[in-house]
């Protein structure tokens, strides 16, 4: 019976993955995003290691961060006009040059001011990986039942980097040195990164800027998805500061890592199964709704919830309401963006909101875990929660309006000037 079920979860991801190419630019893009969870943890250890002090190493970490968010959407504009191999061997090279030199600089004790540069532009040229493989996904399988499950399979590999990249950071920091993460985390970025650009043939073709087109800042189908993302990336850091925390309270810090084991398992596990369910490609917009008061509904609870089972069951429900919201928020940004403009809206949701959710909550739950406890910790959890469901809420009129407009444009074919291709992606 097990067998059986595994068989048939599976067996999209394999019908998926058999798509000539997939394989590769997945696994290179699953390369190439790892350092995502290991550069802020690198330079906390390399910092505090050197400096003596977590002060510093917290404001470069978030200066790194902001730098990432910031620039995210802009450097992803040009990939959309440009293409990925011209604009990303760029972005590689100030990336992996600026990490090299921020480990330098802070062994070197050169002045503070060099470090914020050095973090600053290692930030800002850092490549918005999982938005580049989902929209190779979208040029390979896009009108599909495959798109749905293609975005599930990145999610789900979204969190096989958050689950081992932490450890293989800290790791790397005991047992060789306080600067191997970065520098473990610079190999791997340059060369996933040169591995996925490398495969011509899968990547989207580039278009022309459309003149006269609006921001997409103000796109209300983006504005009101990076708004969700923002609150749900201040519940992703939060949660995981503030379990260590209260795990240490509880004389159990061990289990820290079980709980947040448990929550990356939850959420892995609702990704595969969601991502099969072709029924469930109908109205993802309604889909998010219910999956963002889901999302509350689990994590709501957390301020009041004590001890090491309770957590662990809050952090297991958790997980399994957010892989749908985010597999549903990618399915969104495809549907609500122009095509030439697909690989900037993804980043605006993936790279920006979440990033600075992250970067924002991990500051202020610290801040108010050392303050008042973990209990009070875990209200910014909860409290990230359930903005996300108001975001969601409020801006569901909007973005049904939109959704519905932008799938009753799509019915009339476009004017070939509006995605006329400037280049192409062969060999």
Known sequence: MAMTIFTGLWGPYRELLRHPGGLQFSMAALMARLPLAMTGLGIVLLVSAVEGGYLLAGILTAT???AAAFMSPISARYIDRWGQLRVVRIMLVIHVASLICFVVGVWSNLPVFALYIAATLAGAAQPASGSLVRARWVHAVGGTANLRVAFA?????????FVFGPPLAAILAIAVAPAAPLLAAALLVGAGGTWLISQRRTEPPPYRAITGGPSLARNPVVVSVTA??????????????VTVAAAKEVGSAGFAGLILSLYAAGSMLSGIVFGVRAGSARSPQRQLLIGTVALAAVTAPLPIVFGIVGWSIVAFLAGLAVAPVLILANSIIQIGVPPGRLTEGLAWINTTGLGLGIALSAAVSGAIVDAFGSRAGYAVTAGAGIATMCIALATYPALNRALTAQLETEKTPAPAKDTTLIGDSSD
């Open 153 to 161: 399979w990145e999610s789900v590999l979204d969190e096989v980097v």
């Open 64 to 66: 790194y961060a902001l």
């Open 228 to 241: 969700m993302m923002i609150f749900l990336g201040a519940l992703f850091g939060s949660l995981e500061i």
